[in-house]
């Protein structure tokens, strides 16, 4: 057969760029950019070659894996690993209780709508309220932000960043993670024409970043402190008469609270802990407020610390302080053709049980992560005993990995989904590998909602899997079936599993463009528009999209207005003065991909990129030259890296990539544990969190560095 052409999303980020792939006789001869996607308009980055990668890596596993009593590995058959899986899951919660078994999910469990949509079936026939997952690492502040101001954790606006004039971005470097919570293929592009209409983009960030750059302002800012900046930027609105949040004002409670609250926090109050001038703070929020179309938006770097829920909810109340909420050019709500929102009803998931050894509430059905290990190692009655993985690599990804690694260790039962054996799955007593990327059908059940214009797209498998090999959902689905029918399962009368087809299909028909015999979706006709079908830019959707009980905003929500007194606390005890201590930060570039992208030599390949990065005073005062081995030393653990001195780096601060750290034995990344580097979250601690919604406090961790006299 002559080279044939295949259309598909790349879903290995939240820009969901529409990708054109040449291939002849199941290969690939070529990735592009699809010039005709609506959406990314041929946009790629270095990242969408690593589908071939991944899909061509010898190290992918393709078959179910046992650990054998030796300690070594076998290969399986499907039916044979999904029954003893069961069946060992069921062991451990006959002998400990339902929820003895715990449950993460790691971030591709989005990306990958097999997952998205057969994980919650058997999660529910597993029972066990022990659940957690990437999202406490990550976003759960937006989530929490979301819940109490619009009633519903998945209501979570975006910055209409192709009709803004100013785009202030506080802990997000979308440059190079190409976005997220905002599904904007080609944002450097969108900036630009930001800037080309008379616009401004002003970053606020420790770290002089590749957006920073390109930005037409920059600020430095202490790791950990924005609740104080975005408090005082409220105060200046309140206090200079620049509260005016238009037609959203009708619909909105709280705004004389709010005011109330905010009272003390003035720009002078903050400029020590944050390290920003008054003046600077003043200009931030005239600047918004004088914006006609004008935009607020903080990512992982403000969800990531102990004021994680506060930053969410005070970025939020900015844009509906100053007129930006649901306007064009501002924050507003993406139209999905899939409804993620579920049914209706006041959202109660939240603090409905407790985690046994901290006592932290849970979110979403969500504990936090940063207690899963202490969860495993703490003896006594609720012990967990056993764990599933999907799509993670928690002993690299959550804080203080090293401990979760010894838990591992010792679990009764671990049994992982995922596609290599890494330094999380090689403690699995079964890892099952999904068919994976170009071998499966695929819909962005999730970004389609936070996209900055609403688009519509599906795709067919590229290459027809493997017949040996089991998509995500039939591994999830064979799984549920064996718990539900217990030892009497019977595959001859299990019945067929749910195709996750079937439920896009039904939720295209039934969702807000309506009916494909009346102009509307459905699968067939994403099939007939292999490009995606384009539906528009964003639209106004508030009060009717509100999921709050009166259907009404309220700025002063109980829950935020008493965590103010933690940052009273915090205010009053001024900026940290500890010895020689750096805050530490993390840091993304553009050819890697969390943990996970390591193995693949077209991405990894180059100068070591996990180095810590000093500015050139906190290099000077150590002693430290240029590439030199240094030890960086925590609470919990100490990493050796060699030294990058940057001025781009806040003085006081230094930064370090996640996701590295490879060396750990018994995994089968060849390529990856060849690499060096060292893993930040072998330095981040697990008792540093937001103690409002959950979330690990990733940033600013307290650490030392010196000269390390030899690799430790
Ligand atoms: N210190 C620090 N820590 C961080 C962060 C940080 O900035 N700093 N970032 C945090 C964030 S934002 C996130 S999202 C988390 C990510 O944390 P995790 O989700 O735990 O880690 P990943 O590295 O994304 O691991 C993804 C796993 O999914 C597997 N995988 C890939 N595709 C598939 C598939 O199709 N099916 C299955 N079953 N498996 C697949 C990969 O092999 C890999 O093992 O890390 C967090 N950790
Ligand atoms: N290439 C690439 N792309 C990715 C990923 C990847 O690993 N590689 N990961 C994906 C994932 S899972 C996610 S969640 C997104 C994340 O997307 P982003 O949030 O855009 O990415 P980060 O680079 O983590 O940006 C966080 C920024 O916060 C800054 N920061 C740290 N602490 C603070 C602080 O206290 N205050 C302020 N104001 N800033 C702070 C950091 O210096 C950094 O520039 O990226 C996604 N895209
Ligand atoms: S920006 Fe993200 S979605 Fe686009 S090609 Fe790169 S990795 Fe894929
Ligand atoms: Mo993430």
Redo the contacts with the bound molecule.
């Keep these: 057969m002559p080279p044939q052409l295949h259309y598909r999303a790349c879903n290995l980020c939240e820009a969901i760029c529409g990708l054109e792939i040449e291939h002849e006789n199941g290969r690939v001869l070529r990735i592009a950019g699809d010039a005709q996607d609506p959406f990314s308009r041929g946009h790629i980055c270095p990242k969408a070659l690593g589908l071939q990668d991944v899909y061509e890596d010898p190290d992918r596993l393709r078959r179910p894996q046992r650990r054998t009593a030796a300690g070594g590995w076998e290969e399986i058959g499907w039916e044979q690993a999904l029954d003893e899986v069961a069946a060992g899951l069921r062991r451990v919660q006959a002998r400990h209780g339902a929820h003895a078994v715990a449950w993460y999910a790691?971030?591709?469990s989005v990306h990958?709508s097999g997952?998205q949509l057969a994980a919650p079936g058997f999660l529910r026939a597993l029972g066990s309220r022990s659940l957690f997952s990437?999202s406490s690492?990550?976003q759960l502040p937006h989530h929490f932000a979301a819940w109490q101001l619009y009633g519903h954790p998945l209501l979570l606006p975006v910055p209409d960043l192709d009709h803004t004039d100013f785009w202030l971005i506080l802990g997000g470097n979308p440059l190079v993670s190409n976005g997220s919570l905002m599904s904007a293929p080609d944002v450097a592009k969108r900036l630009r024409a930001i800037q080309e209409r008379g616009g401004r983009v002003i970053v606020v960030d420790p770290r002089r970043t590749e957006t920073a750059a390109r930005a037409d302002e920059h600020h430095f800012i202490r790791p950990g402190t924005d609740v104080f900046l975005l408090l005082a930027m409220a105060q200046v609105l309140y206090a200079e008469n620049l509260v005016n949040p238009g037609r959203v004002g009708a619909f909105t409670d709280g705004l004389a609270e709010l005011g109330a609250a905010v009272v003390g926090f003035t720009p002078e109050s903050v400029a020590a802990v944050t390290g920003l001038a008054p003046a600077a703070i003043r200009q931030l929020a005239r600047a918004l407020a004088a914006a006609e179309r004008g935009v607020v938006y903080g990512r992982?770097g403000v969800s990531?610390q102990e004021f994680g829920g506060l930053c969410l909810w005070l970025i939020n109340a900015l844009n509906l302080l100053t007129g930006h909420l649901d306007e064009p050019g501002g924050y507003m709500l993406a139209t999905p053709a899939l409804d993620v929102l579920g049914k209706p009803g006041p959202y109660t998931r939240h603090n409905r049980y407790r985690s046994r050894v901290r006592g932290l509430a849970e979110f979403m059905g969500e504990l936090p992560v940063a207690a899963l290990a202490e969860e495993m190692l703490t003896p006594g009655e609720g012990q967990l005993r056993a764990l599933v993985t999907?799509?993670?690599?928690?002993v690299?990804?959550?804080?203080n990995g090293r401990q979760l690694d010894t838990a591992l260790a010792g679990l009764e039962f671990m049994v992982s989904?995922?596609?290599?054996r890494?330094e999380?799955?090689r403690h699995a007593h079964y890892i099952l590998p999904?068919a994976?990327?170009l071998e499966?059908a695929h819909y962005d059940v999730s970004f389609h909602a936070l996209a900055i214009r609403n688009t519509s797209r599906y795709a067919e498998p590229l290459f027809e899997k493997d017949p040996e090999a089991r998509y995500?959902w039939q591994i999830f689905e064979g799984l549920r079936q064996r718990l539900e029918a217990g030892p009497a399962y019977d595959p001859a009368t299990a019945g067929p599993p749910e195709d996750p087809a079937a439920k896009i299909d039904l939720g295209l028909r039934y969702g807000p463009y309506g009916r494909p015999e009346r102009g509307g979706l459905s699968l067939d006709v994403l099939r007939e528009n292999p490009h995606g079908v384009d539906l528009g830019p964003l639209q106004a959707r508030l009060p009717a999209a509100l999921r709050t009980a009166n259907q009404r905003i309220n700025l002063a929500a109980p829950l935020f207005l008493a965590d103010l007194a933690r940052v009273r606390q915090v205010l009053a005890a001024g900026p940290p003065a500890a010895p020689n201590q750096l805050l530490l930060i993390?840091r993304?570039e553009l050819r890697s991909?969390?943990?996970?992208m390591h193995n693949l030599p077209r991405l990894i390949k180059g100068r070591n990129r996990c180095t810590l990065q000093l500015h050139p005073l906190d290099a000077t005062a150590r002693g430290l030259v240029e590439g030199q081995l240094v030890r960086v030393r925590s609470r919990v653990g100490e990493v050796a890296v060699p030294v990058e001195i940057t001025a781009a780096l806040m003085p006081g601060v230094a930064s370090l990539p996640?996701?590295y750290g490879h060396q750990r034995p018994g995994t089968r990344l060849a390529v990856a544990r060849a690499h060096p580097g060292a893993s930040?979250?072998d330095l981040?601690d697990e008792t540093r969190l937001d103690a409002l919604t959950g979330n690990a406090a990733?940033s600013a961790v307290p650490v030392w560095v010196e000269a390390a006299a030899e690799l430790a």
Excluded: F, Q
């Design positions: 790691g971030n591709p990958n997952t990437a690492v990550d992982l990531t999907s799509c993670g690599n928690p690299l990804s959550t804080p989904l995922d596609i290599y890494n999380t799955t999904p994976t990327g499966t995500d993390g993304r991909n969390n943990s996970w996640h996701g930040l979250n981040t990733l």
